[in-house]
């Protein structure tokens, strides 16, 4: 196990474990990034999700901005918490701690500069990914193969809107507010390094972050992919 700890020019404070696991032969990489505050109330259950994903075959990885982090109290226990997780699962882990309190746009837009994987997959604070989560993403996504344009993709269950269990969304500008429902939600979202490298969320506005992320991703890839599946 390899931890490491520094500062950067922004005064966040970086936590780094490095995996010693040798992986040579996988299917693609895939990190996972949340942005969170110290306090969060499902934050440590959200961290043994992410931890406990079934990564066969998959460079896995984990990235944390973590922000309004006053109490040296508080930022020891979480990071004990972390610690602890990375020693059993052996998954290399990168925390970014910021005393301020970091908006999502901001705090997700740490996390993207500091990937270099194939996918980021975002994830909330308060989400739950099943054990099979990335598996059952790239099944779905190799039964479409033939398509090309699957840079960005994402899932929820809503049956009544789509029968199918898997279906190809236009990314428009019309599902902004009027349609909204038929787009999936930020923390389902997986972007490709092609995506997430050419675009970031806009950190200066209050709402509708994601659907401005939507209209800048349109201009780079045509489709959204929908696995109608809770994952």
């Given at each position: 196990?390899?931890?490491?700890?520094?500062?950067?020019?922004?005064?966040?404070?970086?936590?780094?474990?490095?995996?010693?696991?040798?992986?040579?032969?996988?299917?693609?990489?895939?990190?996972?990034?949340?942005?969170?505050?110290?306090?969060?109330?499902?934050?440590?259950?959200?961290?043994?999700?992410?931890?406990?994903?079934?990564?066969k075959?998959?460079?896995?990885?984990?990235?944390?901005?973590?922000?309004?982090?006053k109490?040296?109290?508080?930022?020891?226990?979480?990071?004990?918490?972390?610690?602890?997780?990375?020693?059993?699962?052996?998954?290399?882990t990168k925390?970014?701690i910021?005393?301020?309190?970091?908006?999502g746009?901001?705090?997700?837009?740490?996390?993207?500069q500091?990937?270099?994987?194939?996918?980021?997959?975002?994830?909330?604070?308060?989400?739950?990914w099943?054990?099979?989560?990335?598996?059952?993403?790239?099944?779905?996504?190799?039964?479409?193969?033939?398509?090309?344009?699957?840079?960005?993709?994402?899932?929820?269950?809503?049956?009544r809107?789509?029968?199918?269990?898997?279906?190809?969304?236009?990314?428009?500008?019309?599902?902004?507010?009027?349609?909204?429902?038929?787009?999936?939600?930020?923390?389902?979202w997986?972007?490709?390094?092609?995506?997430?490298?050419?675009?970031?969320?806009d950190?200066?506005?209050?709402?509708?972050?994601d659907?401005?992320?939507?209209?800048?991703a349109?201009?780079?890839?045509?489709?959204?992919?929908?696995?109608?599946?809770?994952?």
């Amino acid at each position: 196990m390899k931890e490491s700890l520094a500062t950067n020019k922004v005064n966040l404070e970086i936590y780094s474990w490095e995996s010693t696991n040798i992986i040579s032969n996988y299917d693609y990489s895939y990190t996972a990034i949340m942005p969170c505050l110290v306090s969060d109330r499902y934050l440590e259950e959200t961290i043994e999700a992410l931890y406990k994903q079934d990564k066969k075959d998959i460079l896995y990885s984990i990235i944390i901005t973590m922000s309004n982090v006053k109490n040296k109290v508080d930022k020891k226990v979480k990071l004990e918490f972390i610690r602890k997780y990375f020693k059993k699962y052996n998954i290399s882990t990168k925390v970014f701690i910021s005393k301020k309190r970091l908006n999502g746009s901001k705090a997700r837009n740490i996390c993207l500069q500091n990937a270099t994987s194939d996918f980021v997959g975002l994830c909330d604070s308060d989400d739950n990914w099943k054990r099979y989560k990335l598996k059952n993403e790239w099944s779905y996504l190799k039964d479409f193969n033939k398509e090309k344009d699957y840079g960005f993709w994402g899932s929820y269950s809503t049956k009544r809107y789509f029968k199918k269990r898997f279906v190809i969304l236009p990314i428009s500008i019309n599902h902004s507010l009027l349609e909204r429902y038929k787009f999936p939600h930020t923390s389902t979202w997986v972007l490709s390094k092609q995506l997430y490298k050419r675009i970031t969320f806009d950190e200066k506005l209050e709402r509708y972050q994601d659907l401005a992320f939507i209209i800048d991703a349109k201009k780079i890839f045509k489709n959204c992919f929908i696995i109608n599946e809770n994952l």
